[in-house]
């Protein structure tokens, strides 16, 4: 009898098509929610394979250089020229003779490496000229003697935005 009353009072006020539209509500955010997680795992996965593929690994050869990072300025704005910090790590000291740097497929273009720290790890600064407003994807690799014979590092890269001068 209770079993009849209620679903007669469900009927007349609604209250059942209320619950049911909050469960259906509450089950769809909870489907969007493990979409957005597996969403977002996968991100992340995808970040630590692809940040692990650009430094190799394994133990330095005699003479080695491998660059190893790059440290970006926060703010780069159009019309200043800009340092960019590379840190590498050496066996020995070896004789960097330049960094090249190319932005988004545009280059290559060769500086002078100054300011050479060695250490573990070392770092050396080169002077970027100005660029135009845009995200770009930087890639950088340093020459270097080794044996008496200029070697090539592998390649590190990082995205860089560039604003205009206005706020």
């Given at each position: 009898m209770d079993q009849v009353i209620h679903k007669f009072t469900d009927e007349v006020d609604g209250s059942g098509d209320e619950e049911k539209k909050e469960r259906d509500i509450i089950g769809r955010r909870f489907v969007i929610m493990k979409s957005l997680i597996a969403v977002l795992m996968g991100v992340v996965i995808m970040l630590l394979v692809f940040s692990c593929a650009t430094v190799p690994t394994e133990p330095l050869t005699s003479g080695e250089l491998r660059l190893l990072s790059m440290q970006v300025p926060s703010r780069i704005t159009v019309g200043f020229p800009y340092d960019l910090?590379?840190?590498?790590?050496?066996?020995?000291?070896?004789?960097?003779?330049?960094?090249?740097?190319?932005?988004?497929?545009?280059?290559?273009?060769?500086?002078?490496?100054?300011?050479l720290k060695y250490g573990s790890p070392g770092n050396f600064i080169i002077e970027l000229p100005p660029a135009d407003p845009g995200t770009y994807t930087m890639e950088c690799y340093a020459e270097y003697l080794r044996d008496g014979e200029t070697q090539r590092t592998n390649v590190i890269s990082s995205q860089i935005d560039v604003f205009s001068g206005a706020r």
């Open positions: 910090i590379i840190i590498f790590r050496a066996d020995g000291k070896p004789e960097i003779s330049k960094a090249c740097c190319s932005w988004s497929g545009g280059g290559p273009y060769c500086f002078k490496a100054r300011n």
